[in-house]
């Protein structure tokens, strides 16, 4: 098993950030209905004004070749396209469990 962990920064006002962040992860975690390879996906919004990362995301799949067509899915493009205007930075993480 593979978990793929990402962090996001978005940009914009706090409001303006957390409508975006909603609505990512409303798309996010309709992807393991349309994606076969995704096992499933947990998305967090952060709570804490203390911290700068804005949402993680943990997909699990069965191995690492996984990751790719998850990421090339047209269902997975849809909802990162959302991201694309407000996205300051991105850090992710692959790896085995």
Known sequence: MVKHIVSFKLSGTDAERRAIAE??????????????????????????????????????????????????HPAHVAAASLLAAHKSDRACIDYEV
């Not at 690492?64 to 998850?70: G, P």
């Open 23 to 72: 609505r990512f992860k409303a798309a996010l975690e309709r992807l393991p209905e349309q994606i076969d390879v995704l096992r499933s996906i947990e998305v967090g919004i952060n709570q804490n004004p203390a911290e700068s990362w804005d949402v993680v995301l943990t997909a699990v799949v069965d191995k690492m070749s996984d990751v790719e067509i998850y990421a090339k």
